[in-house]
């Protein structure tokens, strides 16, 4: 019996073409055919124009995905969500992703959230784009050498980026990020203004560019007031107790009379070297943090933080996907958006 039996009429459904009935129908193979999809620089003109042609006339799609791009059956976006590292106070993914359901839903749409595979930064996707109802992606993962970018971008599935694509400077992709210089810059400023002049930078490793981002705010703000930097740095691992010995290794040997940190959970750590030594916060040590976590809201004497617009992240995404998927035109490939400092007690 054929795939569409006319005499059957409406009783059973049209059995979607397949690869493989393209690559019959074009006499080519099935890989020509997914390189048709995937990989068109590969083929020869004429035979990537054979096969685009067979794959019209069958009307083919080459995953569910695609297809539901097009009827927009689905409105389901994929976000691959890391669970939070433990010994940090960095809820920003939490905070985040309520932000993207709540601007996701006022436009229509769903999150799905899928699990991270730690030894495959792919996982999941791949899965999502060949056999389920996914519409676009909103990747978080920007790091150096993460290949989700660039990958998504190969295989042609809509996607917005949390962050900037910092290894890659022909990137065509759309992102949105927060601009950390911008932040850090503040929350130095804040501390000049009361009366600081040295002040200490507790930040990541070398190797994280958004780590590096933020230190070129403190850097360039303490230049800019013409106060010294030298000595009064430390690069380590995003947890507490590095953070508390950074301060204390800084508190011997620079004597700092304020700190800005990275991060609220390096920030923690240099409060947790205050308490041991019966400094008090603000008063004989100013400490601020980064992304005005939940616990820099909630310690005794409230730590002052660079707060990120969350809120504003998601909407501008989830508008981005939408200009996206209705093949509109993007008119910024990046949005860099203002951070604001929250200030408390220990500043």
């Given at each position: 019996m054929g795939r569409s039996?006319?005499?059957?009429?409406?009783?059973?459904?049209?059995t979607p073409p397949t690869l493989a009935d393209v690559a019959e129908r074009a006499g080519v193979s099935r890989q020509t055919v997914s390189n048709a999809v995937n990989n068109p620089d590969?083929?020869?003109p004429d035979t990537l124009e054979r096969v685009r042609q067979t794959i019209a006339e069958l009307g083919y799609s080459p995953n569910r995905a695609a297809r539901n791009l097009r009827t927009r059956t689905s409105s389901l976006i994929g976000l691959r969500f890391t669970p939070v590292q433990e010994g940090t106070a960095n809820a920003t993914m939490d905070r985040f992703v309520h932000?993207?359901?709540?601007?996701?839903?006022?436009?229509?749409y769903h999150v799905l959230l899928f699990p991270a595979d730690d030894d495959d930064p792919i996982s999941g996707y791949d899965n999502l784009i060949s056999s389920t109802a996914v519409d676009a992606f909103v990747v978080t993962d920007t790091y150096l050498g993460n290949p989700q970018a660039t990958w998504l971008s190969r295989q042609r599935a809509p996607f917005v980026a949390f962050g900037r694509p910092w290894d890659d400077d022909v990137a065509r992709h759309v992102w949105v990020d927060v601009d950390g210089a911008a932040?850090?810059?503040?929350a130095t400023q804040h501390l000049i203004d009361r009366g600081h002049t040295r002040i200490a930078w507790i930040g990541w490793r070398k190797d994280s560019p958004i780590?590096?981002?933020r230190r070129a705010g403190w850097l360039s703000t303490m230049h800019a007031n013409g106060l010294p930097t030298t000595g009064l740095a430390s690069r380590v691992e995003d947890v507490v107790h590095s953070?508390?010995?950074?301060?204390?290794?800084?508190?011997?040997?620079?004597?700092?009379?304020a700190f800005v940190c990275a991060s609220d959970t390096l920030a923690m750590g240099v409060l947790h070297t205050l308490w041991i030594r019966q400094l008090a916060p603000g008063r004989d040590v100013a400490v601020v943090g980064f992304d005005d976590s939940q616990v820099a809201q909630v310690y005794p004497v409230g730590l002052t933080s660079v707060r990120q617009p969350l809120e504003d992240v998601a909407v501008?995404?989830?508008?981005?996907?939408r200009a996206l998927l209705s093949h509109q035109q993007v008119e910024t490939r990046g949005v860099l958006l203002e951070?604001?400092?929250?200030?408390?007690?220990?500043s």
């Open positions: 039996d006319h005499r059957l009429g409406s009783q059973l459904p049209v590969l083929l020869r932000s993207l359901v709540e601007a996701s839903e006022e436009a229509g932040g850090t810059r503040l780590g590096e981002d953070g508390a010995e950074a301060a204390a290794v800084l508190l011997d040997e620079s004597r700092p009379t501008e995404i989830v508008r981005t996907l951070p604001t400092l929250t200030i408390r007690q220990s």
